[in-house]
């Protein structure tokens, strides 16, 4: 199957999905340049997917790609949770708030989601692709008849392998330089952290499928790079976070564009799962040592938020999910069409 043909791209490039930061703007203007934008819909309702779907349909005729996620269903853990929101009671005290009563699973998973399910197949966008697992097998059915193109981040040729036997079209192989959550099937497994070039390399001689490279790369050279390895095409979420059109606070930014972008890390207190962040406050609180186990994800994310939240109203920007990947010192802030037609001029020389 070639993708890029299936899809009508110009430029072999995919605007990662990016819950929060991403837009319906961001989407169809990469889409309208010939990449394909990204919409993440796995933090929304049925509703709320529904509406920025057609909020890019509206603005471009173009392939678009919309993002769920699929992790196994969340136990809610009161003894781990309630250990871990007293652990965060001294910064939140530290901007004259306290941590939430109890923790709340923020948004459900996509498994077993039947509305968020219809609502995909009623709109059918050209592409949908799944982090953290994978559907199950009555929703691949349901989308590939609905004439979805399904594509699924794997971290490992295991994860790979999974999504071929589901019946995915194409893997998004997320290196260890990737910013964002890690979309790692079990969190609790070990993980052999590798990098986007081995991952590729491995992805595209074993498992079946065709590759989409991701983590790290930021320029034209670097997605010459990712079609060297083999890969039809690669992701680029970092790169996009300083558009006008995507949704990054003004802190978010100012340290995307500054010095402390030379510094991420992986960290998984902010959510309950790992995801590369720049180095900020929330991260430093993150290695304080002797802190309780962490809540486990989505429900850690609800503190994580109201943390950030408490300390926004008091003028203090660091204490937001920054994500951003190792390669995010050479971040552009230009507008996405911008940008795209940046990527394909470099691609192209
Ligand atoms: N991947 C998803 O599949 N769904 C998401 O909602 C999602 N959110 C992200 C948010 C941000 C701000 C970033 C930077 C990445 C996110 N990712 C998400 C991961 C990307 O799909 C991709 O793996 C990553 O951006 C590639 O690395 P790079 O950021 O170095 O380009």
């Known amino acids: 199957m070639d993708l890029i043909a299936r899809l009508g791209l110009s430029v072999p490039l995919i605007q990662a999905p990016m819950a929060g930061t991403s837009t319906p703007a961001l989407a169809a203007a990469v889409s309208h340049a010939g990449g394909l934008g990204s919409i993440a819909v796995g933090t929304l309702s049925p509703d709320g997917a529904r509406r920025d779907i057609a909020a890019v349909r509206a603005a471009t005729g173009r392939a678009f790609n919309v993002n769920l996620f699929a992790h196994a269903p969340c136990e ?14 001294p910064a939140f005290a530290q ?11 923020i948004y459900p998973t996509f498994t077993g989601n ?21 559907p199950e097998p009555a929703a691949v059915s349901a ?17 790979a392998r999974l999504a071929r036997e589901a019946g995915i079209d194409a893997v998004v192989a997320q290196g260890w330089e990737a910013g964002g959550h890690r979309g790692v099937f079990d969190p609790d497994a070990p993980d052999g952290r590798l990098g986007t070039m081995a991952l590729t390399r491995l992805l595209v001689a074993q498992s079946g499928l065709p590759v989409i490279a991701a983590g790290g790369i930021m320029d034209g050279g670097g997605i010459r790079a990712a079609l060297d390895l083999g890969a039809v095409a690669a992701q680029l979420g970092t790169a996009f976070i300083a558009c006008p059109e995507s ?29 590369r962040c720049l180095a900020n406050r929330f991260t430093a609180l993150a290695e304080t040592p002797g802190l309780p186990p962490v809540a486990p994800y989505p429900r850690a994310y609800h503190a994580g938020k109201a943390l950030n939240a408490a300390a ?38």
Not at 95 to 105: K, S
Not at 146 to 159: D, H, N
Not at 318 to 346: D, H
């Open 247 to 275: 949704n990054a606070d003004e802190a978010y930014r100012a340290a995307l564009a500054s010095n402390a972008a030379e510094h991420t890390t992986m960290v998984h207190a902010i959510s309950g799962r790992p995801a």
């Open 95 to 105: 901007f004259d708030a306290r941590p939430p009563a109890a923790l709340e699973t």
């Open 76 to 89: 809610p853990d009161p003894a781990r949770e309630a250990a871990w929101l007293d652990a965060l009671r």
């Open 143 to 159: 989308l590939k008849a609905a004439g979805c193109l399904l594509l699924a981040s794997a971290t490992s040729l295991a994860e």
């Open 312 to 349: 926004k109203a008091k003028g203090e920007g660091g204490f937001g999910a920054q994500w951003a990947g190792q390669g995010a010192p050479l971040s552009r802030a230009l507008p996405a069409a911008e940008l795209v037609a940046l990527l394909a001029g470099e691609l192209a020389a």
């Open 114 to 134: 039947a509305e968020m399910l219809a609502a995909l197949v009623d709109t059918a966008p050209p592409a949908v692709s799944f982090h953290f697992g994978l």
